[in-house]
């Protein structure tokens, strides 16, 4: 017998998100598989969409040439690029694009004289201020990329720094922004742009942010993983949760009134409570900060977390789940909780809660030919 706490993946629902994504958007998708597909496990996710998909991105060599070496050979686009300019020749030598976003690449690009030319994504700031060069850097280093022996196609990037808030007019400036730099670039017919994070295809497909999608890239992630990152959306119904984090019961404690549970005594009983103590805990990702109240699912019966979260283990409210015994299953987040539920109570993102994941079983479903 061995820890029952495990992340059930289901490969179908991320392929179901993958078509989704692609159909909101229209032209061609990148799945965006960085930090080990969002804790997911990279190659199973890749594997998954291999054939079908038109590109990964990740976020660097290291992670690029683990799929190379599982041999996947589809597009794998480097979303910082390189680092060092030693990273070319693996670069080159494995096909991979790579995001050209500051003017220190560009100089180390255009002194490196290759032995092939690069797919490159130049990366524009249109106001995020993260990376990307600003608009008036951004037409000169066009001019000097576009006819450069090492340099195969450009396609030309930005990204949102708010479009996960639908009441934001950020978003909108910022595509302003880039259109009207890109116009006086009198780039050719069907120049190859790319926007659209998951919050900008599901947030923002109707209206004028995105144009002329069907030349576009988007770049699809989170909702890859079933997740919406739109603030005012209470649910995704397109999309299907690809991770289930479940574990068991393992202990059962009846608590008087006053009586408190766990570290700091974080909870006490109002009235005789039926406590289940659950192996899973911070070290395992579930986050420490979603103490008493937040929900969880025993048995199919929706309760919540109880006191303090510690490393190995939890507690969950079980006065109201009769049949709960050592031993039920307990869903943490998954198909009856959202995992946004879960991450808004700890305050944070389910991004976050998704990379955190660690210790656990992983284990993958396919329901094939869906
Ligand atoms: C991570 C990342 C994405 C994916 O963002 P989601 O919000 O997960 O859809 C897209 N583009 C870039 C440049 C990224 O770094």
Redesign the pocket.
Known sequence: MSRPTTAHIRLDAFRHNYRVAKQLHGGKALA?I?ANA?GHGALHCAKAIEGEADGF?V?CLEEALQLRKADILEPILL??GFFEAIELPDIVAHDLWI?IHAQWQIDILLKANLSKPLHIWL?MDSGMHRVGLSPDEYAKAYARLKDHKDVATIVL?S?FAN??NLDSQHTLQQSEVFHTTIYALNLPVHAQLSLA???A?LGWQKTQVLRERQHQWS??????YGAN?IIQASQALVLKPVMQLTSKIIAIQNIDIGQSIGYGSLFTAARHTKVGVVACGYADGYPRAASTDTPVAVEGTLTRILGRVSMDMLFVDLTDVPNATIGSQVELWGNQVPANAVAKAAATIS?ELFCNVKRVHFQYYDASNI
């Open positions: 965006v960085k969002y991105a976020a979303l910082e995001v990366k990037m990204h479009a996960d994070n998951s919050a295809i770049r699809p992630g989170i909702m890859l990152p991004y």
